[in-house]
């Protein structure tokens, strides 16, 4: 798995910070399915307030064609766009760097790069990554 990050400072004092997981599209997960679904996260930084105000979770699909092209893709080329999206939570509200953190970790939790990106920034329970396929 590859995380893709994109950071959005030309907003005056909202920042955009964007995740997408990718995975390899010769990965052997992909072989008995049509599609590809990634994991891809959206919040705002406001500069002003010192906290997120924004931060939302979806699944991005892809045809098999065009994810082999999307991963070949920087995510800041904004004319690149999913086959189909689902929104999987949205939460509008002042978050800490801490409770961000804490909350992109557990969306990601089975991805260790994340993680330990984050590690500095997680409540001490948050540390230890949760073994594959635990929930």
Same mark, same amino acid.
């Given at each position: 798995?590859?995380?893709?990050?994109?950071?959005?400072?030309?907003?005056?004092?909202?920042?955009?910070?964007?995740?997408?997981?990718?995975?390899?599209?010769?990965?052997?997960?992909?072989?008995?399915?049509?599609?590809?679904?990634?994991?891809?996260?959206?919040?705002?930084?406001?500069?002003?307030?010192?906290?997120?105000?924004?931060?939302?979770?979806?699944?991005?699909?892809?045809?098999?064609?065009?994810?082999?092209?999307?991963?070949?893709?920087?995510?800041?080329?904004?004319?690149?766009?999913?086959?189909?999206?689902?929104?999987?939570?949205?939460?509008?509200?002042?978050?800490?760097?801490?409770?961000?953190?804490?909350?992109?970790?557990? @969306?990601?939790?089975?991805?260790?790069?994340?993680?330990? @990106?984050?590690?500095?920034?997680?409540?001490?329970?948050?540390?230890?990554?949760?073994?594959?396929?635990?929930?």
């Amino acid at each position: 798995m590859r995380p893709n990050f994109l950071l959005d400072v030309n907003q005056g004092n909202l920042k955009s910070v964007q995740i997408e997981e990718l995975v390899a599209p010769d990965s052997p997960y992909f072989i008995h399915s049509d599609t590809i679904k990634c994991a891809y996260l959206h919040s705002i930084w406001n500069d002003s307030e010192n906290r997120f105000i924004h931060l939302d979770g979806a699944v991005k699909e892809y045809s098999k064609q065009n994810y082999e092209k999307r991963y070949k893709t920087q995510m800041h080329r904004t004319d690149f766009k999913a086959d189909s999206y689902m929104k999987v939570f949205r939460i509008d509200a002042s978050l800490t760097v801490n409770e961000w953190a804490d909350l992109v970790s557990k @969306y990601f939790y089975h991805d260790e790069l994340i993680v330990e @990106y984050l590690s500095e920034l997680l409540s001490d329970t948050r540390r230890t990554i949760a073994p594959r396929g635990a929930n």
